[in-house]
Structure formats: structure tokens, C-alpha cells
């Protein structure tokens, strides 16, 4: 058996070789996103000692599901120094989001280390580590891969704790130090809050009561949370997504994550040998994790299905990287689901059903990498048509002015003036209303998006005068409010 210094070594030299992997291939510039942009600006207000809330953002209640009126702080916070000595670098920021990356596989190699032999640990952090889909989100300045990191050290934390021989001094150390974990996991996403649920059901099963241990990681991570309320960002913002929730995106949410989960596995070419190996990496989870829970139930246990749960019925579907937290345990599942169920009589057949099963997935991601495209990103915001209409903007309009388009963050950022989008009103007046409401001056269609917007200026064409036009896009100066409908 590996000594403990060599297998840190392999799998820091490992972690190593994944990194150089995504710090050569990180791309300049970003997509129109729009998360990023609220990020950024949070933290450019940090640095410039601007009121933290103040974006330029102007929310439509009429659009809840696009963006609250604040994010978290602890990203922010995150790139603020990046932001105070290089501006709005992306490939600095870029940087940060892979080594938080390297961060979080280390982490889970700590949280399972002990749970899985050494090879399947190796498969572990290889299959997690090289994802095509990983592998791409670096080029996203977005909180998913910090609040990852977070989320893994406050499990890693936590069976430590348990697993500890507690003095008092321990013991209050471990509150702070998980309260002040389990805080940054919630204050890089708002997600991170169930830990704490996690965590107090947890101490439940293992102790048949709630322990004081658990009481006061609550009520210290409570207090961090009711500061960042007052000072930064209160999860109030998201009432108004929660009014939209109903049965039907509920199960909408079920199929669109599912689908998500299926993309994993995407080999680019071939989609049988896609669902073949989404299946068998499905059905290997669910035994692993059935056959551990039976010995001996963690945290883990724990936090999977109820973080599922909670992407669930969360109103507004975000794609694969709301998944992300999950991901590490279902593959760590399907090992064990490998290792513990007996398959086979003997270990000569079970170890080249081992390596037909690794070559599988070498083969699936080797065939996406194929596909993926490793230039600059050529449709986003630093594309020659959107530098020039944030520049027009910057020299042309004055900062009172609020500018209707579909991106209001991205556009706030970029230009420093106000924005908020549009909705698709039923009624013409209503949305005439709502620009009269927030004194917009300025309207921005998408010319290749000859969508509702497009077909309400066409409409009103008498009240928009056209001030600027590139081949992405076309500004209009509001000239009236129309009153006849």
C-alpha cells in the first residue's frame, strides 16, 4: 500500500497537470452572460468605495427569474483585489476561478481520501478534474467554482470535527472555523445555506439529539449571515423569483437538470454511447449509494438529495453549473457502487471491468475535446461591435440617462450608465408604462434577435429615433410616449 506522502504527492502532481491543462487554454474576453457583470461591478464598487448595492442595475419586477438587485459578496469580494490592480482583466480573473478549481480537487481528495482505495481515488480526481464541461466553465467569471471550494471545505470540516477527540478549546475552534466555512459557502452562493440544515440533521441521526456543538455553529453562521444582510446582500431579493414557482417548473426543473446531468457524459459524436455510459455511471450511484448509507450514514448522505431538492424548486432553472456540487458525489457513489457491489467472482474480471469502464469516459471526453473551440471567444462583449456601441454610449449619452436592453448588468458595467431590461408585455401600454416609470431615454435591439422588442419598436416606429447602428446592433433615443392604443 502507497505510503501517505506518496499519495499526496500523486495526487498534487495530478491536481498539477490539470491545472497547466486550463491555465493554457483560459480564452480573453466573455460571453454576454450577465452574472459576471453584477460580480464584477460589486466588486468594482468595493474597491472604489462606492455603496456596494449601486450598479446601475434597475430591477423589473416584471422579470424576476433575470437577476435580483444584489449578488452575494464573498465573490465580489474574491475579485476585488484583481480588480484594484489589473481593472477588468479577464484572464487574471480567469486565473482565480482555475485555482479555486485546483483548490476544490484537493479538497475532495481530503473529504474521500479515506473512503475509497487509492486508484479509485487517482480515477476520482481524474474524472472530476479533465470534464469537458469543467474544463470549458473556466472561461466564466462566475461564483459556481469558488462556492464549490467553499462548499467541500465545511463537509471536509465537519467529519473532522466528528471524527476528532474534542477539548473545549477544540471544540470552539471547530464552531468558528465551520460557522466562518459554512458562512463563505452561503456568501459566495445563497445555496450554501443548507449546510446548516444538512448539518443539524446530520447531528440528529449520529447523536439522537441536537448538540450544542451544532447549536452554536448555527447561531454563529446566523450572525455572519444577518451582517452581510444589513451591510451587503439580503436573500430577500429572491422573493419575488420564489412567486413564480408552480408544479409545472417544478417538473420542468426535473427534466431540464436531468438533461444537464446527461450532458456530462456528451462525447460529441455518438449519443447511444453517451446514454449507455450515462446509465451505467446512474445505476453504479444509486447502488454505492444505497450500499454505504446502510453502514454508516454522513453528512454527504445528507447533502446530496437535499441540495438536489433545493436546485429543484428553485424557480429559475441555471443549467449544468447548478449541478456542480452534485457531481463530485455522484461519481464518488458510482466508485463505491463499483467497488462494493459484487459483480464479479473474481478480481481479474472485475479489475478489466474497471479499466473498460475508465476507458469509456477517456474516450467520451477525449471525443468532446475534439469539438470544443479553443480560440477567443468571438460572440461576447469584447467583440469589435460591442466595444463599439459601449463606447458610442460612454461619449454620447450622459450618465442620467437609463437605457432599455436585454442585457441591463453587462451594459451597466460596461458603460456606467443605468439599464434594465424589457418584458414581453400582452398589452403594449403596460410596457410603455414601465419605460415612462423608470425615465428610460435610450431603447437597444438585438438586430439578429427579431424577437418582441424588435417588433415593438417596428410598431411605435414614430416615438424611437435611431442614433447609432452597427451590425450586432441598433440605439434608439425614446422621443415620445405613445398614449394611443
Not at 450572525?223 to 452581510?228: D, H, R, S, V
Not at 460572440?379 to 463606447?391: L, P, R
Not at 460612454?394 to 434594465?420: H, M, W
Request: overall charge positive.
Amino acid at each position: 500500500m502507497a505510503s501517505n506522502k506518496v499519495i499526496i504527492l500523486t495526487i498534487v502532481a495530478i491536481i498539477i497537470i490539470i491545472g497547466i491543462f486550463n491555465f493554457l487554454t483560459i480564452k480573453d474576453g466573455h460571453d454576454w452572460g450577465g452574472d459576471f457583470s453584477m460580480y464584477i461591478h460589486h466588486a468594482k464598487n468595493i474597491v472604489e468605495g462606492v455603496d456596494y448595492r449601486d450598479t446601475g442595475y434597475i430591477y423589473n419586477p416584471n422579470v424576476p427569474l433575470l437577476a435580483p438587485r444584489t449578488y452575494p459578496p464573498v465573490f465580489p469580494l474574491l475579485l476585488a483585489p484583481i480588480y484594484k490592480w489589473f481593472g477588468l482583466n479577464f484572464i487574471i480573473m480567469k486565473i482565480e476561478i482555475v485555482l479555486f478549481f485546483l483548490l476544490f480537487l484537493f479538497m475532495i481528495f481530503l473529504v474521500f481520501k479515506d473512503k475509497i482505495p487509492f486508484k479509485y481515488l487517482i480515477v476520482f480526481i481524474i474524472i472530476i478534474g479533465f470534464n469537458p464541461i469543467f474544463f470549458d466553465f473556466k472561461n466564466n467569471v462566475l461564483s459556481d467554482i469558488p462556492f464549490l471550494f467553499f462548499n467541500y471545505l465545511s463537509i471536509f470540516l465537519i467529519n473532522k470535527a466528528h471524527q476528532s477527540e474534542k477539548t473545549w478549546k477544540l471544540q470552539i475552534l471547530y464552531v468558528v472555523i465551520i460557522s466562518i466555512s459554512i458562512y463563505l459557502a452561503y456568501g459566495t452562493r445563497s445555496l450554501g445555506i443548507i449546510l446548516i440544515p444538512c448539518l443539524i440533521i446530520y447531528d440528529i441521526i449520529r447523536n439522537k439529539k441536537l448538540s450544542i456543538f451544532t447549536i452554536a455553529i448555527t447561531f454563529l453562521t446566523g450572525i455572519f449571515i444577518a451582517l452581510q444582510s444589513v451591510f451587503f446582500h439580503s436573500d430577500i431579493v429572491y422573493l419575488d423569483s420564489f412567486a413564480q414557482l408552480s408544479p409545472r417548473i417544478i417538473l420542468n426543473n426535473i427534466s431540464a437538470y436531468s438533461s444537464s446531468f446527461f450532458s456530462l457524459w456528451d462525447n460529441g459524436y455518438i449519443l447511444f454511447f453517451q446514454i449507455v455510459l450515462f446509465i451505467t455511471i446512474c445505476w453504479l450511484a444509486i447502488v454505492g449509494y444505497f450500499v454505504t448509507i446502510k453502514g454508516s450514514i454522513t453528512i454527504s448522505h445528507i447533502f446530496l438529495p437535499l441540495y438536489l431538492v433545493s436546485i429543484i424548486f428553485f424557480p429559475g432553472y441555471q443549467g449544468i453549473r447548478y449541478l456542480f456540487p452534485a457531481v463530485p458525489l455522484f461519481v464518488y457513489y458510482a466508485l463505491v457502487g463499483f467497488k462494493k457491489f459484487n459483480f464479479f467472482k473474481r478480481k481479474k474480471i472485475q479489475l478489466t471491468a474497471f479499466i473498460i469502464l475508465i476507458i469509456a469516459i477517456i474516450i467520451s471526453y477525449a471525443g468532446k475535446y475534439t469539438t470544443i473551440d479553443y480560440g477567443p471567444i468571438r460572440e461576447g462583449v469584447t467583440k469589435e461591435e460591442s466595444v463599439e456601441i459601449f463606447n458610442y454610449i460612454k461619449e454620447n449619452t450622459s450618465k442620467e440617462d437609463i437605457i432599455i436592453f436585454i442585457k441591463p448588468r453587462v451594459l451597466s458595467l460596461f458603460t456606467g450608465r443605468s439599464s434594465s431590461v424589457y418584458h414581453e408585455a400582452q398589452d403594449d401600454k403596460d410596457l410603455w408604462n414601465y419605460i415612462k416609470e423608470i425615465n428610460a431615454t435610450y431603447l437597444i435591439v438585438v438586430i439578429l434577435d427579431r424577437g418582441f422588442l424588435y417588433d415593438f419598436v417596428e410598431k411605435y416606429n414614430n416615438n424611437f429615433e435611431e442614433v447609432y447602428s452597427n451590425a450586432d446592433f441598433k440605439m434608439y433615443r425614446i422621443k415620445q410616449i405613445a398614449t394611443n392604443f
